[in-house]
């Protein structure tokens, strides 16, 4: 998509409400992020939300989401090329300025603002939280931002700092997982073994992906090889592996188990019954968490009613992910093999 065809959907879209055409526009910003060209994208969508707001609502909202006339994504993405360029020291000063405009306008609790990635993870928080209702949407993704504010923060052995940054970050997508591995990273560097645990025992059940589950009970099996409870630790490394392959996971594996074999212990993959004991033993489910699965079936059956082809692709896009179930890899083709349909027949109408 280029700009001018954006541009022409953007108009036929606009309702002259202004609440609903933000709320597109928001939408349809997030949405660009996976273009080619998403930042022309983007900023075409931004410019003409500035373009139609009252000019006390333009200054508001610039003053909110830019710093020195720069928008707040591109200060983050500029943060995230000087991290990528080990330039912790000035991508840290980017970060603090990122950190103290959202902690001036977007910290409050009427409303709260969160930065749910995707319309999985809006449900998953009225899932969990159904008592919750005065919330709004933030117009960045400040736990990502917030997120890599901590991991530079880690990078300089600022632990202290960290913590309260990563914390923050977990309140803007209480739902993410993604906003919690830092925070488990934080943890093992300083060698705080019972809040590992605990990230850990929080985190498994918001997974919503295989390599996310995995990650999870990499981090186990670490915590387990640190309090010498050897057994576990190669269980869930077994576990990790079996979820989401990893060369790096399985030398830890092999470490495990020779670290076993000096003790006189052997190691063999273990039963399902065995699994579970290990998982029971630290108050954990092996995932996918049923409730999760349960959640995205409803979610698209919802979207089928409503004859949400999109949406319901991506529903059933959530539920592969967390069970790897070749049934919704085949719902998945269906519903793409319709859509080249659909653009095969709009192509052959007659102009």
Do not use: W
């Not at 995707?118 to 736990?143: I, K």
């Not at 309140?171 to 809040?195: G, H, I, Q, T, Y």
């Not at 998982?279 to 949400?308: C, D, F, G, T």
């Not at 790897?324 to 653009?343: G, H, L, S, V, Y």
Request: charged share 30%; aromatic share 12%.
């Amino acid at each position: 998509m280029n700009v001018p065809e954006l541009m022409t959907q953007i108009r036929l879209e606009m309702t002259g409400d202004l609440k609903k055409d933000m709320e597109y526009l928001t939408t349809l910003a997030e949405d660009l992020r996976k273009e080619p060209n998403a930042d022309e994208l983007t900023k075409a969508v931004m410019d003409h939300a500035f373009s139609i707001m009252p000019e006390d609502v333009r200054k508001d909202m610039e003053d909110r989401t830019m710093i020195g006339g720069k928008r707040l994504d591109l200060i983050y993405r500029d943060a995230l090329a000087l991290v990528d360029a080990k330039k912790m020291s000035e991508a840290k000063e980017l970060l603090a300025a990122l950190s103290d405009k959202i902690a001036q306008y977007f910290e409050g609790d009427d409303p709260k603002y969160f930065s749910f990635r995707n319309p999985f993870e809006y449900h998953m928080y009225r899932h969990f939280y159904p008592e919750d209702t005065n919330f709004d949407r933030a117009p960045f993704d400040f736990s990502a931002y917030l997120s890599l504010y901590g991991y530079v923060l880690i990078e300089e052995r600022d632990i202290p700092a960290a913590r309260k940054v990563l914390l923050r970050a977990q309140k803007f997508d209480p739902v993410s997982a993604d906003a919690r591995f830092e925070m488990a990273e934080l943890c093992k560097l300083a060698n705080n073994m019972p809040d590992l645990l605990k990230v850990n025992q929080e985190t498994l059940p918001l997974c919503t992906s295989a390599d996310r589950m995995a990650r999870v009970l990499a981090n186990m099996g670490y915590y387990c090889y640190v309090t010498q409870d050897f057994y576990s630790a190669a269980v869930f490394y077994f576990e990790s592996v079996r979820f989401s392959p990893s060369k790096a996971v399985e030398y830890e594996l092999q470490d495990v188990v020779r670290r076993m074999n000096t003790f006189g212990q052997k190691f063999a993959p273990p039963t399902k019954g065995q699994t579970l004991d290990v998982y029971e033993k630290y108050s954990m489910k092996q995932p996918p968490n049923s409730e999760l699965v349960n959640l995205a079936v409803v979610m698209i059956q919802q979207a089928h009613n409503y004859n949400r082809t999109d949406l319901e692709a991506f529903f059933i896009r959530c539920a592969y992910d967390l069970t790897n179930d070749p049934q919704f890899r085949e719902a998945m083709e269906r519903i793409a093999a319709q859509k080249r349909a659909e653009m095969q027949n709009q192509q052959e109408e007659p102009k």
